[in-house]
């Protein structure tokens, strides 16, 4: 048998690299998602699947992925809807890296000179649909910041597809103790605000600090009572009565946008 110095015809992968590395990986599907993806950090792309039709709108990130050796390849809608793990693709997927979540005081540390900043916090909150719509209000109400539990939720591609292109603008904020977290915010400044079902100030006549942090749970009475006893202002979103609450996405649109209109509309 010849003599290779020891080198088998295998390659040999641990196992324990290639878990580690499917975990920092996410894949992200939908035409403005991918768009918008390429336009702000490219850098970021593993790979990529596109179906014939879409490619004349992706010409430059298909010329940018040759020109830099990265991987991709152009499918059928079934292929797609494998490497995608949806038939709701849109015709393009990027498998991507996954960007690393700051905490609280990284957040804190890089807005200490904001005059109006506005974070949104969720308690309680992972359905990827609802965090999508909250991050595409919050990329059109000028919010820097979203604090979650488990900032991966926020880099899902259910939820990065449904932000069409709004992630890319938001920071995730990992929070592993929401109390500890809201009480760094106020002390550097922050004013908590609350959503309640009762009870609270309507939101019509509530002064929107410039630096706030509005604090959401999947519905209203989901916000436990330590978080609402941490809140400087609890306001209530009025209406007629005929349901008991807004779906979270909604009520976070309504909020921002009146935070926008009072502090930079």
């Given at each position: 048998m010849p003599d290779h110095g020891g080198i088998s015809g295998k390659s040999q992968i641990d196992p324990e690299q290639l878990r580690r590395q499917r975990a920092e990986e996410t894949r992200v599907y939908g035409e403005n998602a991918c768009q918008a993806l390429f336009r702000n950090r490219p850098d970021a792309i593993v790979w990529a699947w596109f179906e014939q039709a879409v490619t004349p709108r992706f010409r430059d990130a298909l010329r940018w992925m040759a020109a830099n050796r990265k991987a991709?390849?152009?499918?059928e809608d079934d292929e797609l809807a494998k490497a995608s793990g949806t038939e709701h693709?849109?015709?393009?997927?990027?498998?991507?890296?996954?960007?690393?979540?700051?905490?609280?005081?990284?957040?804190?540390?890089?807005?200490?000179?904001?005059?109006?900043?506005?974070?949104?916090?969720?308690?309680?909150?992972s359905n990827p649909h609802n965090l999508g719509a909250m991050l595409r209000s919050c990329a059109h109400f000028g919010v820097n910041g979203v604090m979650v539990s488990d900032s991966a939720l926020l880099d899902s591609g259910a939820a990065?597809?449904?932000?069409?292109?709004g992630a890319e603008h938001?920071?995730?904020?990992?929070?592993?103790?929401?109390?500890?977290?809201?009480?760094?915010?106020?002390?550097?400044?922050?004013?908590?605000?609350t959503l309640t079902g009762?009870?609270?100030t309507s939101l019509s006549t509530v002064k929107m600090p410039a630096r706030t942090?509005?604090?959401?749970?999947?519905?209203?009475?989901?916000?436990?009572?330590?978080?609402?006893?941490?809140?400087?202002?609890?306001?209530?979103?009025?209406?007629?009565?005929?349901?008991?609450?807004?779906?979270?996405?909604?009520?976070?649109g309504i909020l921002l946008a009146e935070w926008w209109r009072q502090n930079r509309g």
């Open positions: 991709y390849h152009v499918v693709h849109g015709g393009v997927c990027f498998l991507i890296k996954k960007r690393a979540g700051l905490d609280a005081d990284g957040y804190l540390a890089a807005a200490a000179a904001q005059q109006q900043d506005c974070v949104l916090t969720l308690e309680q909150v990065v597809r449904t932000a069409e292109g938001v920071k995730a904020i990992q929070c592993d103790d929401v109390l500890q977290d809201l009480q760094r915010f106020q002390r550097s400044g922050y004013t908590v605000v009762n009870g609270g942090v509005l604090v959401l749970g999947e519905e209203v009475s989901a916000l436990s009572e330590a978080v609402l006893s941490q809140a400087d202002i609890a306001v209530t979103i009025n209406g007629s009565g005929r349901v008991p609450s807004l779906n979270v996405s909604v009520s976070a």
